[in-house]
């Protein structure tokens, strides 16, 4: 159980142009869902909180208006990065939330590869 | 805010030896745990720790919830090649909306057969 998707794997798109990353709990529903970034050899860098039927809490440092979230249904999160450009060129990670309180863990997509031409 | 202390940074290892990770932190957690992440997917959650003072295993690895809720330990023992990738600790910070998890920088494991 507790099988987290994501698609595509990986994408390569043109600059100026927007990318859209879909993440799925496939056999759980999810009711807050993470995305996070991750540069070659780093650690992984939390970006928002996706929270289902509300908005999307972003961490300090980070272009709400750039990577847009929607968590429309308890199973399915997507990141919008609108007009790419190189430097987004990155490592996209999602996770859900599963348990709840001091037992809570997250669970993790397989990751999106997104290069920016 | 809280961080973790993640040690060493990379281990090159002879296959068959024993390998140890630690975390830790100024800040007393309530959670510790500990991901894999090979090249190129996500983390892997490995072993989930809740109860100070807690030892689980999973296999061929072990880990600790230290006494002092701000340290843990993660052990694998008679290494295999595929035990190299990244290792994460990871605990939940308060967050705006709920609980988030903040990461240790990671230890790079490299297994020489």
Redesign the interface.
């Known amino acids: 159980g507790a099988v987290?998707s994501?698609h595509p794997s990986w994408v390569i798109c043109k600059s100026g142009t927007s990318v859209k990353i879909e993440c799925r709990s496939l056999d759980f529903q999810a009711t807050?869902m993470?995305w996070y970034r991750q540069f070659p050899?780093?650690?992984?860098m939390?970006m928002a909180?996706s929270?289902e039927g509300s908005k999307a809490?972003y961490e300090q440092g980070v272009e709400k208006d750039k990577f847009l979230i929607n968590h429309a249904s308890l199973t399915l999160s997507t990141l919008t990065v609108t007009s790419a450009h190189p430097e987004d060129s990155s490592?996209y990670?999602c996770?859900a939330?599963v348990g709840a309180g001091?037992?809570?863990?997250?669970?993790?997509?397989?990751?999106t590869?997104l290069l920016v031409l | 805010g809280q961080q973790l202390n993640q040690s060493p940074q990379s281990m090159f290892i002879q296959e068959g030896e024993d390998v140890s990770m630690n975390c830790t932190s100024s800040s007393i957690f309530n959670t510790w745990l500990w991901y894999k992440q090979d090249p190129g997917e996500g983390p892997v959650l490995l072993i989930a720790l809740y109860k100070a003072g807690e030892l689980t295993s999973n296999g061929r690895l072990t880990a600790q919830f230290g006494i002092t809720r701000k340290d843990s330990f993660l052990n694998i023992s008679a290494s295999i090649p595929s035990d190299v990738g990244i290792y994460f600790c990871a605990g939940p910070t308060r967050g705006e909306y709920g609980n988030k998890l903040v990461f240790g920088a990671g230890t790079i494991l490299r297994v020489k057969s």
């Open positions: 987290v994501q807050t993470f050899k780093q650690s992984l939390l909180t929270n809490t490592f990670i996770s939330r001091y037992r809570e863990t997250q669970y993790f997509g397989p990751g590869r």
